[in-house]
């Protein structure tokens, strides 16, 4: 028979060296860590994960995406080794909190990040609207499209699954804020085909006091108040009515801000013409427009100092909900 205490001498090693060994070794997690581990068992409402404490980490169902989860096998398979977020420090029983949606965020907003900074148009079906205007998701993330900046004729309850081209307006993650424009994209789209001094046919839209809102193949632009008629006119309605098809010339195209700018006095033959008889303001459009185009090119040429155009008014866009709070 062994010698059971000639064993233990030569091994020289009890439980008590072996636990100070595991300590020495023992990782140290810190909420924040972002560490790889080891899924080892999957429950109904989320998943232990091996990441080489001394207990199994575990996370939650609703942390295991960035879009809505149901079942953890959506996401995570028996043995699946992946990265996880350390979410929360050890419970009473010594237990990490992780997350995976937390990794999945911060990668979404860098993303995004990088396509604003490359003015990049994206794409996005509307799967909400509220009274402000309509909700996407860009990369995972909430974006928030304002009613201003929604270039449709449709109801907002009609956009439901529309899928939207969109330019971002701002991205913010410290405010949680994505915003995101429709009429900047079909702006920038159908700026590519216009040009300043070009006359194209419109409908007038909507009228307010500053002046009206003429739709140009399907995108919306601002003939302002001063560029109606070289006469004074109190309101745009004095001269417009909704639905009224007009003739108007292009004296602007902003696209960072996803404006276009009209005028008619541009192309008055007589100051009042367009107050007086705008048929003949009409008829007389492009030439009008061809005179006003060699003006602006003699300008250009530093023949003559340039006209100062009068500015228009700053449009106010209120203060915008949080993506979070737009559901």
């Not at 080489?52 to 953890?72: C, F, H, W």
């Amino acid at each position: 028979m062994v010698n059971q205490e000639l064993m233990v001498k030569d091994v020289g090693f009890t439980h008590e060296d072996f636990a100070a060994l595991l300590d020495k070794y023992d990782y140290h997690f810190s909420p924040g860590d972002i560490v790889p581990g080891t899924v080892f068992s999957l429950e109904p409402k989320g998943a232990l994960i091996d990441i080489g404490a001394k207990t199994a980490a575990y996370i939650p169902l609703q942390e295991m995406s960035i879009n809505r989860v149901d079942n953890p096998e959506e996401v995570l398979q028996s043995n699946e080794t992946r990265e996880f977020f350390i979410l929360a420090d050890e419970n009473e029983d010594g237990q990490l909190t992780l997350s995976i949606r937390r990794i999945e965020y911060m990668r979404a907003w860098e993303r995004v990040r990088q396509l604003q900074a490359e003015d990049a148009t994206v794409r996005s079906a509307v799967f909400a609207t509220n009274r402000g205007g309509a909700l996407v998701r860009i990369e995972g993330l909430r974006g928030f499209i304002p009613g201003s900046h929604i270039s449709t004729r449709k109801p907002k309850e009609e956009l439901m699954g529309e899928d939207l081209p969109l330019k971002f307006l701002e991205v913010d993650e410290e405010r949680n804020r994505l915003v995101l424009s429709h009429r900047r994209a079909l702006v920038e789209r159908k700026m590519n085909r216009l040009e300043v001094g070009e006359v194209v046919i419109g409908t007038v839209r909507g009228i307010k006091p500053y002046g009206a809102f003429i739709d140009i193949g399907g995108v919306s632009g601002l003939l302002h108040i001063s560029e109606i008629s070289h006469d004074h006119i109190d309101t745009p309605h004095s001269v417009f009515n909704v639905n009224d098809e007009v003739k108007v010339m292009i004296i602007d195209l902003d696209a960072e801000r996803g404006r276009i700018s009209l005028s008619t006095k541009q192309l008055e033959p007589e100051p009042g013409d367009m107050v007086k008889n705008p048929q003949v303001v009409y008829e007389k459009a492009e030439e009008m427009a061809a005179k006003y185009r060699e003006r602006m090119q003699i300008q250009q040429a530093g023949a003559v100092a340039p006209v100062e155009a009068e500015a228009e008014p700053e449009v106010v866009i209120e203060e915008l909900p949080s993506a979070e709070d737009t559901e």
